[in-house]
Structures are given as C-alpha cells and as structure tokens.
C-alpha cells in the first residue's frame, strides 16, 4: 500500500457512492477502489458521468481501480472501506455483502480496515459489528457511522445527478453505548483522518461524539417525507410546488389550486404528527430538547426546508425510497421505518401515524420481494 495514499474501498455505486468516490479521488489523499455491481458494464465502458451543480459537469470520469464484486476486491489491504449500497436487510445483510473482507483468508494476510456506514436508516451498524465479533473475537471492530444530507440520483447506469449541496456527519460507533458525549484521543484522530479526505475532497463535514442521535435526528426527514412520497408515488414538489405561473416554464407535479386547500387542511398537519411522535420517541431514548440534544424545533425545521427546496420550479429530486419503488427494487423500509417502530416499542412510545406507514410500505417490499424471487431461474 502506497505511503503517501490512503487505500480506499467503496462498495456500492449508486449515486452516493459515485459522488463519494469523486469526494475521495478529489481529495489527492486517497487511492479508490469501487465495487460496482449492477452497473459494472457500463462504468467499465465509459466511464461516470457527473452532473453537479457543485462539482461541475464531469464526462468519462473514473476511479483509481473498478470491481465487480467485493471478492474481487479483497486483494488488498484497505485504510478505510466505505459502504454505500442500500441496508436492506431483509434481502441481504450488509455482513453479508462484505464477508470477503472477514474471512479466513482475508484476515491472515491482512488487518481489518475501518469500517464506514454511509447508510440511511438507524441501528445498520448492529448486523455488521456481530459478524466482525464472530469472524475476529480478539478484535475491536472499528466502524464510523455517517448520517448524510445529499440530492442526488442516478439516472442512468453511469449518470449521477447532483445539486449544489452535500453535508455528512461522521461519528465513532459504540456497540450498545450511546451515553458518551466526547470522544476519546483514539477516536477523535480516527474521524479526523477519514475527516480530512471528505474534506480535502470537497465535502462538508460535521463530526459528532454521538453519531446515534444524529442519525436519528436525520431519519426524521426520510421516515415522514421519503415514506409519504413512495406511497403516494409522487415526488415532494406534489405537497408544496404552486401551479406554474402564465407565461413561467411548465413543470410538474404541483399542487392544484382546486384542491390545494384539502393539502393544508388534512396532509400537512398529518405530516406534523408524525415528526412530534419520533420526538416523543427521541425524548424517551433520553435525548433532551436542546441545541445539541433533539431539538424540538426540528418538526418546523424540517416542514420549513423541505418547503424551500421543493417548492422552486427548478427542483428534480426524487426520494432514494421512491425511486427504488419506481424501478421495482426494495425499499429500506426496516431501517428507516421498522427499526424506529421497534425502539418505539420497547419504550412504550404511541406512534399509531407511523405505524400506519410502516404497515403500507411493507405491502409495497412484500409485493416487490415477491416479484423478485418469481424471477430467478
């Protein structure tokens, strides 16, 4: 492994692990390897093309080095291996994914790398810490978990979509342990030199002792607004955009003036519920309402900026969660949806307008697993 690079593995290249493998190229800090499983062909072929509007407009780009699998990739030492498929675990577990990487052969040659989950959802670090404990009892798994704000989609085999904005919090995973509110000396130099490539590369960045409640606070946003847009099957600009003016270039969805009304009366304060009930569950998990707490603050923020983006003419962004259901895939309803339902449980937490999107999208995942397993030969 080269001194002066970092060695990278990305698994998973959808559109955040394309744009993250550009991050980390741009940095000059880091070699990257890219595990491209379903679109191999076509990146092989020619290349990413990137349309940014915060890193340009790229043709032909590609990583230092491009896999079809992660056995494949597993003939290397790696500084950082960094996962951006979807947590689907009742498809696939990501231990599963990245077993080359635990296996007896892997571990006599080489050490474990740090772990990085850039992954929606809550509690997708559990699976791969027990399977890390299994394959190396002796060791001390080390996984940085992330929570991402990012717009972008990939809307061809090998074309990613950006808008101007990418921010990540990055923290320590600590198994079963949520209490600790400051990192150690070990910790805080291990999110710094993964911090200085997102950073280097262009990224913005957050670090973060409690990277747990953070990830909750984001699920805020996919539980409520990436639910709603999947089940309806219509993007956000549907519950905020204005009809297009006279003479103003057309766009759609909007929302119609002859109901628009109906929208305000009955969905908005709907959507208003469910972000007071995941505060109620943040309150019992013991997150206080505070700046650096769960604020409570955070139902108007999100109703607030989710308005702002998606009520401008310009805005083409489609939820990660609808556009899986669009193009038949599954959807991660476990981890953002069923495990918050779940922690409610166990905390005796009312959340009856959550559970009612949790019940519809396991109609939508069910149907399409069903799909999915009629296909194969």
Avoid at 261 to 268: F, K, N, W
Avoid at 331 to 346: C, L, Q, Y
Wanted: with cysteine; glycine share 6%.
């Amino acid at each position: 492994m080269s001194e002066s690079l970092k060695e990278v593995l990305v698994v998973g290249f959808g559109a955040v692990g394309a744009i993250y493998s550009l991050i980390l190229k741009r940095s000059g800090l880091a070699r990257v390897t890219c595990v491209a499983r379903s679109n191999f062909n076509a990146i092989n072929d020619s290349g990413v093309q990137f349309r940014s509007r915060k890193y340009g407009s790229i043709d032909g780009w590609r990583p230092h080095r491009l896999c079809k699998s992660v056995h494949d990739a597993a003939d290397q030492q790696y500084s950082y291996v960094v996962v951006t498929t979807k947590a689907v675990p009742d498809l696939v577990k990501t231990s599963q994914i990245l077993a080359p990487l635990f296996s007896k052969e892997y571990i006599e040659k080489f050490s474990q790398p740090t772990y990085v989950l850039l992954q929606n959802g809550v509690n997708v670090e559990v699976d791969l810490y027990d399977a890390l404990k299994e394959a190396i009892p002796s060791g001390k798994p080390q996984i940085i978990s992330c929570a991402l704000w990012i717009y972008t989609n990939l809307v061809g085999l090998d074309i990613v979509e950006h808008s101007d904005f990418d921010r990540v919090a990055i923290g320590v995973y600590r198994h079963k342990n949520n209490s600790v509110i400051a990192n150690s000396p070990e910790e805080s130099n291990l999110l710094k030199d993964f911090g200085n490539l997102l950073e280097t590369g262009g990224s913005t960045l957050i670090t973060v002792p409690e990277i747990q409640r953070m990830k909750f606070t984001k699920n805020f946003w996919n539980i409520t607004f990436n639910s709603i847009a999947t089940l309806t099957n219509y993007p956000l600009p549907a519950l905020f955009r204005p009809a297009p003016g006279e003479g103003s270039v057309a766009y759609e969805p909007y929302v119609s003036p002859t109901t628009a009304d109906h929208i305000s009366t009955y969905t908005m304060p709907v959507i208003r519920k469910m972000l007071e009930e995941l505060i109620a569950i943040g309150r019992a998990l013991g997150y206080p309402d505070s700046k650096d707490g769960l604020p409570s603050s955070i139902v108007d923020n999100a109703l607030d900026g989710t308005r702002e983006i998606h009520e401008k003419a310009d805005c083409t962004h489609v939820p990660s969660m609808l556009l899986d259901a669009q193009k038949g895939q599954p959807i991660e309803v476990e981890v953002i949806v069923g495990e918050v339902i779940r922690m409610a449980k166990s905390h005796k937490v009312e959340t009856p307008r959550l559970e009612t999107l949790y019940a519809l999208l396991l109609v939508v995942q069910n149907q399409t697993l069903r799909k999915l397993e009629s296909r194969k030969p």
